[in-house]
């Protein structure tokens, strides 16, 4: 048994009280941080989205408005819950919470501070026993948050269906059909960082990005990280693809029929949602915790303990990249669904597969000894060549669909 | 602890594969049959198989189960059906004989191989296994080593599948036209 716990050092002599105790600490330390960070990434984006356009934004409740989530909770938890008279009851319950879990599940593979340098590995030693400042660290790594977003399209598809109602069944299924078109995309980018790092521990791939010119972001060429970038948000469904929420032109999408804290489920989801996808996008591809070096020279916070230290980078890190989807939010208009679709099959799907195979020829060419130009070199003439084959069986399907009279 | 997962796994395989076929309205169904799937992921896991489990979750409940509830919503048969009326009347007592043979089938097998079950039949080193990537590296040396033939073979059947397909929904489009 004890085997199923393997890499956390912390379990290694089977279960005592201590190690029980650290990972009950544990378990309502990423719980209790995932409700609070939800609570002010919430606050955040409408402080900064205000700050975008020219207004004050929540400025009345707490500080700096920094109690107004709180307020609008407690304002929906005391709504009337209204459940549609030809809804599927039980599903219709079920299926915010298979929204919600998923969300805080994921949240446990990241790892949300230690000590990297000098080859420690994240580990540190808490009342004499030495574990690693995450969750959980499984055998298949980085496979579970690609399996628990597979698991969130559920929810999703599900509250529209078991609304029983047009509206939100059109919305559930053009979710559901954006996210799972997605994750092909954000599954191959996925894949180019492991081909890179060599490991699945999230821990492990933190270890390696040790600085600067180390961060999978330059070690996989800089393309897996945009695709990554572009799938993430619409695996979100965040704006500039939030087709699920476009009320004004779409009539809103899954949740129109929800209300109450029902409703309040879905939208915390969301943005703990959009919190784990920064900390997963910092940690394959901008070292996690570890703190920014070039080269030998590491800026190290004066004062504090390096393992401290690693959550600050994490959460300065994290910060920056929750900043850029807001800014997202307020910079870029939404796409319509069929150039939504456009883009990630006919582009990131060919590209984040093309760029893998690139990686996986240079890999193979190294372990072998080859010329890295000439590897290279060859990739890319296959590459152009499937690209002009691609664009070929566009034309030709676009022509074969004008000839049985279709006019897209 | 591992009977305790067995059994808990092992109720849920057993409850969602009874769910799929008791439950008169498909989306039901079709949510049963993923809390099989979980069931046995759950299992795969506890059997040092984690790489397994999570395939299992990704493709599995991720992918297949989605689309099939795709097709159900898209069709709009996702109401609950009369299944008291029957088409086709000899496919109930056609589908008892089957599913008995197959039961029988399953039944003899296991009994003519008891003593093989259990015993280490090469493979997966099972000693290692708990180092970190073990599980993902052994399985990929088995698979693009010893066995890449047939793994080549199986990728071929699914794209020839994939390509079958594409052609029979066209070719009834274009016949379609043509009229």
Avoid: C
């Avoid at chain 1, 307020?330 to 060919?350: E, H, N, V």
Wanted: hydrophobic share 55%; no cysteine.
């Amino acid at each position: 048994m004890s085997s199923l716990f393997a890499i956390d050092p912390l379990l290694e002599d089977g279960l005592l009280w201590t190690p029980l105790l650290i990972i009950l600490i544990k378990v309502l330390v990423v719980f209790v941080v995932g409700l609070v960070a939800t609570m002010l990434m919430v606050w955040f984006e409408r402080k900064v989205i205000a700050g975008m356009q020219n207004r004050v934004g929540p400025n009345k409740a707490g500080p700096w408005g920094l109690l107004q989530t709180l307020a609008d909770g407690t304002k929906l938890f005391f709504k009337e819950d209204l459940i549609p008279e030809r809804a599927d009851r039980l599903v219709f319950r079920l299926a915010p919470y298979l929204v919600l879990v998923p969300a805080f599940l994921a949240f446990a593979i990241i790892p949300l501070g230690g000590d990297f340098r000098d080859g420690k590995g994240g580990i540190v030693t808490l009342f004499g026993h030495e574990t690693r400042l995450q969750l959980a660290d499984p055998p298949v790594g980085v496979l579970f948050a690609l399996a628990i977003s597979a698991i969130a399209v559920y929810g999703i598809m599900l509250a529209g269906w078991s609304s029983g109602s047009k509206y939100p069944l059109l919305g559930s299924v053009r979710a559901s059909a954006q996210m799972v078109s997605y994750e092909a995309a954000l599954g191959l980018s996925l894949a180019a960082v492991l081909i890179v790092s060599g490991t699945l521990s999230t821990a492990g791939i933190v270890n390696l990005q040790s600085s600067i010119g180390n961060w999978n972001i330059v070690a996989t060429g800089f393309v897996p990280f945009f695709i990554f970038m572009i799938a993430a948000t619409a695996e979100l469904n965040r704006p500039p693809f939030d087709l699920v929420e476009a009320e004004q032109e779409l009539v809103g999408g899954f949740n129109t029929e929800y209300s109450s804290i029902r409703f309040a489920l879905f939208f915390l989801a969301e943005f703990m949602n959009t919190i784990t996808m920064s900390a997963l996008i910092v940690t394959l591809f901008f070292g996690g915790p570890q703190p920014i070096s070039i080269g030998d020279t590491t800026l190290d916070i004066p004062l504090l303990p390096n393992a401290i230290e690693g959550t600050v980078w994490l959460l300065l890190k994290v910060l920056v990249f929750l900043y850029i989807y807001v800014w997202f939010r307020a910079t870029l208009p939404r796409f319509r669904y069929d150039q939504l679709m456009d883009l990630g099959w006919r582009i990131l799907i060919p590209a984040s597969l093309g760029w893998f195979m690139l990686l996986a020829a240079q890999r193979v060419g190294r372990d072998a000894g080859w010329d890295q130009t000439v590897v290279t070199l060859s990739t890319a003439i296959v590459l152009i060549v499937g690209y002009v084959l691609l664009q070929l069986a566009y034309k030709v399907s676009r022509a074969n669909r004008e000839q049985d009279g279709a006019s897209f | 602890m591992e009977l305790f997962v067995f059994v808990v796994a092992a109720a849920m395989v057993l409850g969602g594969a009874i769910g799929v076929i008791t439950r008169s309205n498909p989306v039901h169904a079709a949510l049963s049959l993923v809390l099989t799937l979980f069931g046995i992921a759950v299992m795969f896991v506890s059997h040092d198989a984690q790489f397994l489990a999570a395939v299992q979750v990704i493709v599995y409940a991720g992918a297949i189960v989605v689309l099939f509830l795709f097709v159900i919503m898209l069709l709009g048969v996702d109401r609950t059906e009369d299944v008291n009326i029957e088409p086709i009347t000899v496919q109930r007592p056609l589908a008892l004989i089957v599913s008995a043979g197959v039961v029988g089938i399953v039944i003899a097998a296991v009994v003519s191989s008891r003593e093989l079950l259990g015993r280490p039949v090469g493979g997966l080193d099972k000693t290692t296994l708990s180092a970190p990537d073990a599980n993902i590296r052994q399985l990929a040396r088995e698979i693009f080593g010893n066995n890449v033939f047939a793994f080549e073979l199986t990728s071929v059947l699914l794209l020839v599948a994939v390509v079958g397909t594409v052609l029979m929904a066209r070719r009834v489009k274009s016949n379609g036209a043509g009229k």
